[in-house]
Nanobody, 127 residues
Framework: QLELVESGGGLVQPGGSLRLSCKASGFGLNYYAIGWFRQAPGKEREGVSCISSGGGTTNYADSVKGRFATSRDTGTDTVYLLLNNLKAEDTAVYYC????????????????????WGQGTQVTVSS
């Protein structure tokens, strides 16, 4: 059974930071593109960021450019999403997902290519 597990969510004040982690059981993440998505109540799931299998390509939604950064640690087989300067509108459940058919140096910001998903971690930005 292939599973992804996110961690690192929580309650933070506006302007604060969090670092989300994504790890897998049953397979390693290093060979696959990883996407980060979020879903706020009453809204559709949206792509936030993605990172290619080699880590050489990253993409970001316009709403988070300059504030969020995704990276991967091949040694620990972990993918991170650093959330800086958080705003109330960033409040959502954040998910990581793996695209096991990804092409090297590419990653997608839509949900379609992603086969395996974590259960999500809640990020709440509030004063």
């Amino acid at each position: 059974q292939l599973e992804l597990v996110e961690s690192g969510g929580g309650l933070v004040q506006p302007g604060g930071s969090l670092r989300l982690s994504c790890k897998a059981s049953g397979f390693g993440l290093n060979y696959y593109a990883i996407g980060w998505f979020r879903q706020a109540p009453g809204k559709e799931r949206e792509g936030v960021s993605c990172i290619s299998s080699g880590g050489g390509t990253t993409n970001y939604a316009d709403s988070v450019k300059g504030r969020f950064a995704t990276s991967r640690d091949t040694g620990t087989d972990t993918v991170y999403l650093l959330l800086n300067n958080l705003k109330a509108e960033d409040t959502a459940v954040y998910y990581c997902a793996a695209d096991v058919l990804s092409v090297e140096a590419m990653c997608e910001m839509t949900t379609d290519p992603y086969t395996y998903w974590g259960q999500g971690t809640q990020v709440t930005v509030s004063s």
